[in-house]
């Protein structure tokens, strides 16, 4: 009967001990990338952009940077990312073929651990703008005018 009792005093010991209860069992938590500091961006309705104008967001330092992939309305767009140690900053333009719509500018990452996370905003893309010719001035003739020969030969003689 002793022997009983101090197997199951042992056995309780050893499980309630919580070093020895998850020994072996050391998980790493992964963390998914964060995207912020997007630009241009309003909180509320959708920041206005012409076509090809440029777009800028942070992605956290964990993310990798080679997996941050960006479209722009489904269309991929190419993207600079510069390293700045504690976060990355990541540069692109938007599609020239895109005006007058609205589009989500969407962004998919992966974590070194391999999480992965996808973010992105919404952008009004305005019409491109065009180089408006200046407006006549009423005031200002369009041609030079004529003149009758009897006001050239009065204007010869003085």
């Known amino acids: 009967m002793k022997t009983i009792k101090m197997l199951c005093i042992l056995l309780i010991a050893v499980y309630n001990n919580p ?3 998850y020994e072996g069992e050391e998980k790493q938590v992964c963390k998914k990338p964060k995207f912020y500091k997007f630009d241009p961006y309003q909180k ?3 920041a206005e952009a012409p076509p090809g104008s440029k777009f800028s967001f942070h992605a ?3 993310t990798v940077p080679e997996s941050i992939e960006v479209a722009v309305k489904k ?3 190419p993207v600079e990312v510069e390293n700045r140690q504690s976060y990355f900053i ?3 333009k ?3 073929s895109l005006s007058d719509t609205f589009a989500r500018i969407s962004i998919k990452g992966t974590a070194e651990l391999g999480c992965k996370k ?3 905003w919404l952008v009004k893309i305005t019409a491109p703008e065009t180089a408006e010719e200046p407006a006549e001035n009423p005031d200002v003739p369009s041609q030079p005018q004529q003149t009758n ?3 050239k030969d009065s204007t010869a003689e003085n």
């Open 19 to 21: 070093a020895v209860a």
């Open 44 to 46: 509320k309705g959708a």
């Open 60 to 62: 956290s330092n964990y």
């Open 75 to 77: 269309i991929k767009t």
């Open 90 to 92: 990541v540069r692109g």
């Open 94 to 96: 938007l599609p020239e």
């Open 118 to 120: 996808k973010g992105g």
């Open 149 to 151: 020969s009897a006001e």
